[in-house]
């Protein structure tokens, strides 16, 4: 997990609150922004080692993130060492737009 890590609360309508933490994660291939929802936003910490199960990936104002919700799972793994993130390899600058196509005669979203 790099450094640019910023966490916050929401309150629900119910009175809970809710843990969000942004961060950017990554390995020596690449990186890319991370969105992580509930408990698990308690294991983002600056240059901690986690294995993610189960995210998805979501374009957020046509860029790529990655989600981990609650269907998602992450796991702290202090035996494992990824070495030098790939910064160099972003994938969340890449802009993504939205484009129609024509099928059929039917315009679709694609």
């Known amino acids: 997990i790099n ?41 983002v910490k600056d240059g901690a080692v986690i294995a993610i199960r189960n995210g998805r990936s979501e374009v957020f104002k046509e860029h790529m993130r990655l989600e981990i919700d609650r269907w998602g799972k992450i796991t702290a793994e202090p035996n494992q060492q990824i070495g030098e993130i790939n910064t160099n390899e972003d994938l969340s600058k890449v802009a993504y737009e939205m484009k129609y196509i024509n099928l059929k005669g039917k315009q679709q979203q694609q």
């Open 3 to 43: 450094a640019e890590y910023m966490g916050s609360e929401v309150t629900r309508q119910d009175g809970t609150k809710l843990k969000i933490a942004e961060c950017v994660v990554g390995d020596t291939t690449a990186c890319v922004r991370a969105r992580i929802v509930g408990d698990f936003a308690d294991l």
